[in-house]
T-cell receptor, first 113, second 113 residues
Framework: DVKVTQSSRYLVKRTGEKVFLECVQD?????MFWYRQDPGLGLRLIYF???????EKGDIPEGYSVSREKKERFSLILESASTNQTSMYLC????????????FGSGTQLSVL | GEDVEQSLFLSVREGDSSVINCTYT??????LYWYKQEPGAGLQLLTY?????DMKQDQRLTVLLNKKDKHLSLRIADTQTGDSAIYFC?????????????FGSGTRLSIRP
């Protein structure tokens, strides 16, 4: 079974802190994604990566950056956390075939105080 | 999720059928998906349909696709309490460099005794 692991289940940070959210997948998938999930808004795509060192902006990239130095790891970075970044963050990965399904991690609930 | 729309809530009686509806706008989407999210968990793929199909059935689940109206539905027969969850509709869109998955806001299904 594919495993997508997010390093923290819950995280509490202060406004202005730099925050790293880590995600690791074990299926050699080329594509990795970061979403945030907010009530009533569903999942919104922040950034995605289709190869090592390659990244693309999603729908809401402002205030975030990403890093993909190794194929299995995709990091989401909040350079200076703000309260409106309090959310559930979901990492996902998939292979390159068009019918490949998306596999999700269990999420990181981030609270910025 | 831009352009993928679902109603936020649905309540059905145990044993009845549930029908969750979704509309999307990108006619070039190749695959459409239904994901299920149980409380405190990540998203799990329930089923998907290729865009050249009208219907797909998998045990209690029936997916109907009306490509002309860009309308997708998920029918759950004999709804059980274990079906209580948020159901997300999603479409696969090809970007310049990779395909990305765009989600709707999710429909929270609750079951009445």
């Amino acid at each position: 079974d594919v495993k997508v692991t997010q390093s923290s289940r819950y995280l509490v940070k202060r406004t202005g802190e730099k925050v790293f959210l880590e995600c690791v997948q074990d299926m050699d998938h080329e594509n990795m994604f970061w979403y945030r999930q907010d009530p009533g808004l569903g999942l919104r795509l922040i950034y995605f990566s289709y190869d090592v060192k390659m990244k693309e902006k999603g729908d809401i990239p402002e205030g975030y950056s990403v890093s993909r130095e190794k194929k299995e790891r995709f990091s989401l970075i909040l350079e200076s956390a703000s309260t409106n970044q309090t959310s559930m963050y979901l990492c996902a990965s998939r292979g390159t075939a068009t019918n490949e399904k998306l596999f999700f991690g269990s999420g990181t609930q981030l609270s910025v105080l | 999720g831009e352009d993928v729309e679902q109603s936020l809530f649905l309540s059905v009686r145990e044993g009845d059928s549930s029908v969750i509806n979704c509309t999307y706008t990108d006619s070039s989407s190749t695959y459409l998906y239904w994901y299920k999210q149980e409380p405190g968990a990540g998203l799990q793929l329930l089923t998907y349909i290729f865009s050249n199909m009208d219907m797909k059935q998998d045990q209690r689940l029936t997916v109907l696709l009306n490509k002309k109206d860009k309308h997708l539905s998920l029918r759950i027969a004999d709804t059980q309490t274990g079906d209580s969850a948020i159901y997300f509709c999603a479409e696969s869109r090809r970007d310049s460099s990779a395909s990305k998955i765009i989600f709707g806001s999710g429909t929270r299904l609750s079951i009445r005794p």
